[in-house]
């Protein structure tokens, strides 16, 4: 994975972060393990109690600050090719202190956005003259707009959950029970080449009316409708998230009916995606399409959120959010229809915005699938 | 799990935590998903953007924010058993200050030790008056001592593990990669009944020396030393982790004279373990027996750290750490002796302190395991 690994993550990012940071107002961002220390540098650090922080200053060199047990991982990690300086603290030394003394007076730093309480109060300590803000101010423009590496590695994501996608109807059958089925849906994830399980969504008759229903010991009856919604993340940090709908047997008239709403929807969405329209646009363009059709009150969700190291990352498809699209936004698009109590859909795929219009990155039939 | 999880996860607790957070001079506790909320309410809740936030407020009742799509989630768990409040929130709708406006004036809160700054600094704002502290100053005390029932399933996940170490030798042989091998304990880890894999290392030959290395494509070698050190969270919350060694054929003379200074040291430190010492003082025990072997500088790590619903929690076996033992404290003894770029070896145990001393729960054998 090198040549992928040294396209996605290039060890020029942290300059750029650097000229980011310096234009910003911030001193310095403060990356403790997740997807913005990832994305900066390329090290899928643990989050764990151990300090592990790679510190970019407005001006200076950037340095990594690593327990001298983890010092191997992160050489060997791509962050071991940018040149950054490692700095090794051991089992009774402060590593706050440490950073503390090497920044010196600052105004203000950037937090990764998923810093644990647990450092972020530290960091408060350490340094008692500096506001604190999230190190998103900075990183959102860089990781909203994915560069083709990494649209690359959210293809071949969906690529894999769409192979997901393709064995479900051999999985799904009338007898079965939802959580039976989620564990082989688990299985053919990892096989189908992901490195962690995500999620794994199975909602069956009545569950497929609550979004966010996993799964349950219910028993697949005949004539449910089943959503199925499943993601999982690469080797390469990279997320897969897609929706799609079965039916056991034979579908009610009533589900056919707002499905094929629903089926426009998802569609008129997805057509709607080019660079300079604002994201809440793009939320409108699937809800009016519903809300014509009478179903207004059942689409209970935003339409999308953005993807990339993170599944649910900026930007979101929401009312309230006039961030325009620009080519490299990658995000999810999931209208759905749900009658409380009674059944319900959703369909999703993964969108990325390219110069002229948006490219779906799943491409199974986004039609109703009948099994068993 | 009904029964399992209202005896871990009592619905008296929210109440008991109450008493305490109005002890601590805290106004309330503010958790987000993890394991401090786990650990309160039994909601074993993802982890993601929109906020679920359980509020424990010193006087009045607890309540807890929840997005609206996950409400049922929220109420089928544990937590909905307690009477807790739900209080759900829409798409467009501002959670925090919600919180705030239910919260009133207060001077202090306490955060999930895990809270992401995208939600720290986001009650910051709502609250601008309120001292941030962590809520492990109020629920340490209560998470280390661990009931009866929590005992009972780092037990079982004890158990779990040692079942995977029972299937190590049919796994490493010479030929092999550790990242093969790795794959296949990873399987066997889900298999023995985990909910999910924490980390698996395999250490070979001279990545035996690197005490947190992973798994790499160095394929094992005749004669490697290997230390394995595997561990999962059960679909209880509690977390394995244990360490054994094996070697592929003839091990050197030299690894085989400091190995039983290893296993002696493990030995010692899990026998000084009993109620009213310090955990600096069990760690000493280890370095101790070491040290005097003339190893003391290749002892390059703590002695252990605490486990429970997370695989590192309080108490950490460390020098510094005054806390005294008592019953329920459940942490690692794993000294490991490590010859840079040659060999090493980790003996690791979970033990619980007892009444008059303290319990192994990991059971299999402690000897070097010759496989191949």
Redesign the interface.
Known sequence: MTTESSELYPVTRIARVREAVAASGLDALLLTPGPDLRYVCGYDA?A??RLTCLVVPAAGEAFMMVP???L??AQASPAGRTGVEFVPWD??DDPYAVVAKRLGTVGAVG????????Q??RF?EALPGAE???A?RVLRELRMRKSPAEAAALRAAGAAIDAVHELVPSLLRAGRTERQVGRDIADAIMNAGHATID?VIVGSGPNSA?????LSDRVIQPGDPVVVDIGGTMPSGYCSDSTRNYVVGEPGKEYLAYFEVLRRAQEVACEFVKPGVTCEAVDAAAREVIADAGYGEYF???TG?GIGLES??EP?I???NTELMAPGFAFSIEPGIYLPGRHGARIEDIVICGESGGERLNLTTRDLVVVG
């Not at 937090?111 to 647990?118: Q, V, Y």
């Not at 609550?210 to 996993?214: I, K, L, N, T, V």
Request: aromatic share 8%; no cysteine.
């Open positions: 643990h764990l109690e001298r047990l983890e191997p991982a089992e009774t937090l990764a956005d998923r810093m644990w309480a647990m972020s109060l408060r604190q803000a999230l998103g999620f609550s979004p966010h229903h996993e209970i969700h935003r959120h649910h990352e979101y929401v009312a309230g």
